[in-house]
């Protein structure tokens, strides 16, 4: 049988995950899963419901009553269903980014998502980012990369990726935003944005994003022994 990969890739928003992560799979033939993007549905889904910020019973309540899924389509990228619609756009507005951060924080969304999680992970090999995957769902994944850069960094990105979607807002704006939710990803008490053990710490701050993804790929190459299957 052939052999699965398990990669783990977490880090602060903004720091190229998703991106790099995305050029990675598609390098290797692994699965891509992004992990925020279940956390995004669970956060449109209470936004729709007009769900107060912070209202984990009403969360709690609401979460047997929805279906989340990840599909990917016919060019491999990953798209997210609530209750059977595509929604992969709708959830990436600044407004589902703070629902989701709030959600996040939630301890049953948490415990509602794993096993979706690891599901994933145990069908193919797969590079999954997100905040808690080589602290909580993955914590025996054979590599963890913990990306990172300084907010101003990432924010300068945040800034020109929303621009490029039409959505434009100023520096500064974006700034707070992306401290804000560092602060919260962080400080909560359920699965807070962690360096796990063992993991490789990599600042994508002075780097391009091609030589990010040849920076990951070189630990890839590296630790689990395996060679790109298209370029
Ligand atoms: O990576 P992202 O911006 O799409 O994530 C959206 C939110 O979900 C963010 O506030 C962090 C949270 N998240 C999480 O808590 N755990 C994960 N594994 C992935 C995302």
Do not use: N, W
């Amino acid at each position: 049988m052939e052999r699965r990969y398990s990669v783990a890739i977490d880090g602060p928003s903004g720091a190229g995950k998703s991106t790099i992560a995305r050029a990675a799979s598609q390098r290797y033939g692994f699965l891509y899963v992004d992990t925020g993007a279940i956390y995004r549905t669970v956060g449109l889904a209470a936004e729709r419901r007009g769900l107060a910020f912070g209202d984990e019973a009403a969360v709690g309540e609401l979460l047997p009553e929805i279906e989340v899924s990840l599909g990917y389509g016919e060019d491999g990228v990953q798209r997210a269903y609530l209750d059977g619609e595509d929604v992969s756009e709708r959830i990436r507005t600044p407004q589902i980014s703070r629902r989701a951060s709030d959600v996040s924080a939630m301890p049953a969304v948490r415990a509602y998502l794993l096993g979706m999680q690891r599901a994933l992970a145990s069908e193919r090999s797969v590079i999954m980012d997100g905040r808690d995957i080589g602290t909580v769902v993955l914590p025996d994944a054979d590599l963890k990369i913990f990306l990172t850069a300084s907010a101003e960094c990432r924010a300068l990105r945040r800034q020109r990726e929303l621009a490029g979607r039409g959505v434009d807002l100023s520096f500064e704006e974006v700034l707070r935003e992306i401290k804000a939710r560092d602060e919260h990803d962080s400080s909560r008490a359920a699965a807070p944005l962690r360096v796990a053990p063992g993991a490789v710490t990599m600042d994508t701050g002075e780097l391009s994003l091609a030589e990010s993804i040849d920076a990951v790929c070189g630990v890839i190459e590296k630790k689990l022994g395996v060679r790109a299957c298209q370029r």
